[in-house]
């Protein structure tokens, strides 16, 4: 099998992030939590979005809010299934991801970047939705590996109590909450009715051949 070459190596928030390559396959890896994404198993961050505008259908002049940029996937699924007036806001805290995307990245998601309807802000998506109220119809939410997968303790402050009243203060009335998780959490669903969202759960298939890792994809409704 073709070796993994490092192609970049950052020191970001206390830890190293490290992007990899394997012919046209790419892994993003930090230092003591292991792989963080790879571009082979995308299918349930593509899901991700595609439940959150479902919910919001094709509304015109719809604000969206993606946080974690990852490789695209999520961003381009948004895109997709988004109105031609919608304007989509995508939070990465690491800058190295955003310019990975440019560089390297935006191939595998047909360059999701280049859409006149993105803004990129590199930026804390918890602050980012705390300084939005009554903002969005719809936040996607695919940060770490989920509320239990923690490679920053800030993380804590997203998906925690008050990280899910901030998301549910950010979405306008009817808006939707969609949360993506490496595993099943109980605490974070008995969280998410706790603040007052209308919550279903899902379990996706990471590749869309229907094999590999089944991922959690929580849908939190702020109700009208």
């Not at 930026?123 to 936040?139: C, P, Q, T, Y």
């Amino acid at each position: 099998m073709i070796p993994y070459e490092l192609i970049d190596s950052v020191s970001e928030h206390g830890g190293r992030v490290r992007l990899y390559q394997r012919g046209d396959e790419f892994s993003i890896r930090v230092d003591q939590q292991g792989e963080l994404m790879n571009s082979r198993a995308h299918n349930s961050e593509e899901v991700l979005a595609e439940l959150a505008c479902a919910h919001i259908g094709k509304k015109k002049g719809a604000r969206l809010l993606v946080g974690g940029l990852g490789m695209g996937f999520t961003l381009r699924a948004a895109l997709s299934h988004a109105n031609a007036s919608a304007q989509v806001t995508v939070a990465e805290l690491i800058p190295a991801v955003v310019r990975w995307n440019r560089e390297y990245l935006g191939v595998l998601a047909d360059f999701p970047l280049n859409d006149p309807r993105v803004v990129v802000m590199e930026h804390d998506v918890g602050k980012l939705m705390r300084k939005h109220r009554n903002s969005f119809d719809a936040i996607m939410l695919d940060v770490d590996n989920g509320p239990d997968g923690f490679t920053r303790d800030e993380n804590d402050a997203l998906y925690g109590e008050r990280g899910l009243y901030n998301a549910y203060d950010a979405l306008k009335t009817g808006g939707v909450l969609t949360v993506w998780s490496a595993a099943p959490d109980v605490a974070f669903s008995q969280r998410m009715l706790k603040v007052g969202f209308e919550m279903e759960e899902r379990r996706v298939r990471a590749h869309l051949a229907e094999r590999g890792s089944r991922h959690t994809i929580w849908i939190g409704t702020r109700p009208s």
